[in-house]
């Protein structure tokens, strides 16, 4: 089974950028749909972001539409979130997340595989 490791967090101003990587092993990353998830404190884990092992269509929740952007390297075995125009509520413990299936989905239960979680700290 894969194994999913993120790095790239951290802290940044308002209106920054930081860009998140999740490097695939024990696998073929082209095997599997892949998703970043993310949760603030005190709230519930919420999907962000996926990109599909069929197509590479990418989905993104509302919140992050025209600022994150999702990619993947198949041949790198990596897959990337690039964050735009970061803001305070984007605060969050993100996790990279792995499913075999052609599509994602906004399930924290659809998804068997995940990261430990890099933390994105976004104040001025």
């Known amino acids: 089974q894969p194994q999913l490791a993120e790095s790239g967090g951290g802290s940044v101003q308002p209106g920054g950028s930081l860009r998140l990587s999740c490097e695939v092993s024990e696998s073929r990353l082209d095997y599997y749909t892949m998703g970043w998830f993310r949760q603030a404190p005190g709230k519930e884990r919420e999907a962000v972001s996926c990109?599909?092992?069929?197509?590479?269509?990418?989905v993104y929740i509302d919140s992050v539409k025209g600022r994150f952007t999702i990619s993947r390297d198949n041949a790198k075995n990596t897959v990337y979130l690039q964050m735009n125009s970061l803001k305070p509520e984007d605060t969050a413990v993100y996790y990279c997340?792995?499913?075999?299936?052609?599509?994602?989905?906004?399930?924290?239960?659809?998804?068997?595989?995940w990261g430990r979680g890099t933390q994105v700290t976004v104040s001025s």
């Open positions: 990109i599909s092992s069929s197509d590479g269509s990418a």
């Open positions: 997340v792995a499913r075999d299936h052609p599509y994602g989905s906004k399930s924290v239960d659809d998804w068997p595989y």
